[in-house]
């Protein structure tokens, strides 16, 4: 993969720039959709293990999945 990359540098030699071929940018830009979908299921889990967490600690009845389904 990075024998293909390019790279453009400055007056002083300091990479600035990445040209990526397209079929990479599209490879990276597929696999980076899929661990973005990844971490939003992921954090919503972990959204839903603090409510239940806190209205443990607080005595608040959670709603059930009958009554969110409804």
Do not use: C, H
């Not at 940018?25 to 806190?54: P, Y």
């Amino acid at each position: 993969m990075r024998a293909s990359l390019k790279y453009l540098v400055d007056e002083s030699g300091q990479k600035t720039s990445v040209l990526v071929p397209v079929k990479i940018w599209d490879e990276l830009n597929s696999s980076n959709q899929k661990l973005q979908a990844k971490l939003d299921v992921f954090t919503s889990i972990q959204k839903g293990l603090s409510e239940v967490k806190m209205s443990r600690k607080g005595g608040k009845k959670l709603q059930t999945l009958k009554e969110f389904l409804k």
